[in-house]
């Protein structure tokens, strides 16, 4: 019978931590039958790691890191963050609004390297940074007289006490 799965969604850490505790069962003698479903993961998952450990393989204590290295260095990462807090007006663009397509061509310029914009997006979430969107008010606003209308004309048209 297959166990149904519930894995941790999380850190290496918390996986380091099942793959510990499988250890510490397959040292006290239990099969891999009887540990997957205490574990909440996969007789497959466990079966590897038994198979693994009766070979020694380092491998069950130390979770490699997964994925394709990261194609910027974190001093590079701290650069673009530099270069983007200088402002958009300091790259040659006429407005103060950075966009996904302007941040990459920044990208472009420094490094060399293409981006696509939804990626300059989880680059920049990595960074810290957050969406923003600029509040739409006519060039042409005048502070001062609103404040005025507020104080003098509109006690006298809003209805009511």
């Known amino acids: 019978m297959r166990t149904p799965t519930r894995y941790p969604k999380g850190s290496r850490s918390e996986w380091q931590q099942v793959r510990q505790r499988a250890v ?6 239990e099969r891999p039958r ?3 479903p205490t574990l909440g993961v996969s007789y497959e998952a466990v079966r ?6 009766r070979e020694g393989d380092a491998t069950l204590r130390a979770d490699k ?7 910027r260095t974190s001093e590079q990462l701290e650069q673009l963050k530099q270069e983007l807090l200088r402002g958009p007006t300091a790259h040659g663009y006429r407005t103060e609004l950075w966009t996904l397509k302007r941040i990459a061509a ?22 810290g940074w957050t969406c ?6 006519a060039k042409e606003r005048n502070e001062a ?3 005025q209308w507020l104080a003098e ?4 048209i809003k209805k009511g006490p």
């Open 24 to 29: 510490e069962r397959f040292v006290a003698g």
């Open 34 to 36: 009887q540990i997957a």
């Open 48 to 53: 590897l790691w038994y198979h693994r450990w």
């Open 65 to 71: 890191p997964r994925g394709r290295p990261a194609r």
């Open 106 to 127: 920044v990208i472009k310029q420094l490094f060399g390297v293409s981006y696509h914009e939804s990626h300059v997006f989880k680059i920049l979430r990595a960074l």
């Open 132 to 137: 923003q969107k600029p509040q739409r008010r």
């Open 145 to 147: 007289r609103i404040q």
């Open 153 to 156: 004309d509109w006690p006298r």
